[in-house]
């Protein structure tokens, strides 16, 4: 039996984080044997908010390796870079037409972009959730595996390809924002307890995968904290249950037990948990930076990797491409 598509894409830009690591690629990982999965480096999404290319390259190289050194593999999986299918740019076009400026108009993350670029609100930032929607349905994929934020874009997509569907026949699939087997969605906060770990802002209070030893010690030992509880079987405040999200995550358990139990008991120390946790996640991470940096460094397997992944991305995207073709009547 064939398997069933899931894709995802990420943007290259800024540095991948522990966010970005648990909340979404370790799930990419896990869906590989499974799954007919498509990872794209979404470059040219990129350019609608990032129009300075002087790093794209690094950034997409840096952006590969990580992803590789994290579990990825481009055996399983197709990885690929948007900018190396044109059948993307073409179906975006495509989809251009089925998709109404009004309900462009009401998409959250073009009003908040738009705020924040008042100087550059480009048609490509408008147009995001299309080129979005192409990327999904150049493979026919249905599971969509994204955060709370791009919920809008999916169901965006849904709509375009049922427009798509109704005026010129069944071609798409319809997409959903995926959950693999309802796994609950891991969230990590900054260390500072304001908003979440960001690929480019609040770099000091982010852990990112090129962070070296030091740095992480050095992030985790000024995250925030208080003086602890005072009553017995107090509520956790949000900062500390992030330290306790990271201990879960990369600790041993009679650790998080431990600190569990003197939270509960008022005995907490924090600087202990966070030397505890700093060394833990240092064991953690650094094998995977060591890892990415390798994988940067050969350039040659690089080469090969994006060659293959080009290849297998658009070997499936001008197959959809004919079917939409013939099915608009734009073939002659
Ligand atoms: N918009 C997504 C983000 O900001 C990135 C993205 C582009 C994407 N194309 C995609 C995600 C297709 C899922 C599927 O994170």
């Not at 705020?115 to 979005?132: E, I, K, S």
């Not at 609040?202 to 992030?219: C, F, G, H, P, V």
């Not at 994988?295 to 004919?322: C, F, H, M, P």
Request: proline share 4%.
């Amino acid at each position: 039996m064939q398997k069933e598509k899931v894709l995802s894409g990420i943007r290259p830009t800024g540095f991948v984080h522990l966010g970005n690591y648990f909340g979404a690629i370790r799930n990419w990982v896990k869906m590989q044997d499974e799954y007919d999965c498509y990872y794209c480096v979404v470059d040219w999404h990129s350019l609608t908010t990032h129009p300075d290319t002087h790093e794209l390259k690094h950034n997409v190289h840096r952006l590969l390796a990580e992803l590789i050194a994290s579990g990825i593999d481009p055996d399983k999986c197709v990885l690929y870079i948007q900018s190396d299918v044109p059948e993307i740019a073409e179906l975006y076009f495509y989809l251009n037409t089925v998709a109404y400026i009004g309900e462009l108009e009401k998409t959250v993350t073009f009003k908040e972009k738009a705020r924040q670029q008042p100087d550059n609100v480009n048609a490509g930032l408008f147009t995001y959730p299309v080129l979005q929607a192409a990327d999904i349905l150049i493979h026919r994929a249905v599971n969509v595996p994204v955060g709370k934020d791009q919920e809008q874009h999916i169901e965006m997509t849904r709509t375009f390809a049922d427009r798509f569907n109704h005026r010129y026949g069944e071609v798409f699939p319809s997409p959903k924002a995926f959950n693999y087997y309802g796994a609950e969605l891991i969230k990590i906060m900054s260390l500072d307890g304001v908003g979440k770990m960001s690929k480019s802002v609040n770099q000091m209070n982010t852990l990112y995968l090129a962070d070296t030893d030091e740095q992480i010690r050095k992030k985790i030992m000024k995250a925030k904290t208080d003086s602890g509880p005072t009553e017995p079987n107090s509520v956790m405040p949000d900062y500390i249950e992030n330290l306790f999200t990271l201990l879960r995550l990369v600790s041993a358990q009679e650790t998080i037990e431990k600190f569990e139990a003197d939270f509960n008991n008022c005995v907490i120390r924090y600087g202990d948990v966070k030397k505890q946790l700093a060394e833990d996640m240092v064991r953690f991470m650094a094998p995977i930076r060591e890892r990415a940096l390798a994988i940067q460094d050969d350039k040659e397997y690089l080469a090969k990797v994006i060659a293959t992944g080009r290849e297998k991305a658009r070997a499936s995207a001008s197959e959809t491409l004919a079917i939409v073709r013939n099915a608009m009547g734009v073939n002659y």
